[in-house]
């Protein structure tokens, strides 16, 4: 009812009321922030100095390395998203730059 006030209010769907309020309540206020263009390209799931980890290892690698490197880094998620990370870095499709320190 509350939601549906709200959205009508600011002019949005129900939908993305409820979505604003899971991702607030998930995250705080940090989950409520946008991702620019900038950020296009690189996981959410990665902090910064995670994601120069993995943009370092991308160069160096071997495909028998893999695994290795992966339990060796540390890196959230799965081998799959991690050797998928690396495919999209060697192929340029991933943003090689580090994120942005957010003060």
């Known amino acids: 009812m509350l939601a549906r006030q709200l959205a ?5 769907s129900v939908r993305t009321v409820n979505r604003w309020l899971s991702q607030f309540k998930a995250a705080g206020y940090a989950g409520l922030v946008r ?4 950020e296009a390209g690189r996981p959410k799931i ?9 943009i370092g290892a991308a160069g160096c690698v071997r495909p ?7 339990r ?6 799965s081998y799959e998203n991690f050797r998928w990370w690396i495919w999209r870095v060697r ?4 943003r090689v ?4 320190k957010i003060a």
């Not at 991702?35 to 900038?38: A, K, M, V």
């Not at 028998?64 to 992966?70: D, E, P, S």
């Not at 060796?72 to 998620?77: K, N, Q, R, V």
């Open 97 to 100: 730059v580090e994120a942005k």
């Open 46 to 54: 990665y902090s910064g100095e995670q994601w120069s980890a993995l």
């Open 64 to 70: 028998g390395q893999m695994r290795a490197t992966f």
């Open 8 to 12: 009508a209010e600011g002019g949005v």
């Open 91 to 94: 192929r340029g499709e991933a």
């Open 35 to 38: 991702r620019t263009r900038s």
């Open 72 to 77: 060796a880094l540390s890196l959230p998620g």
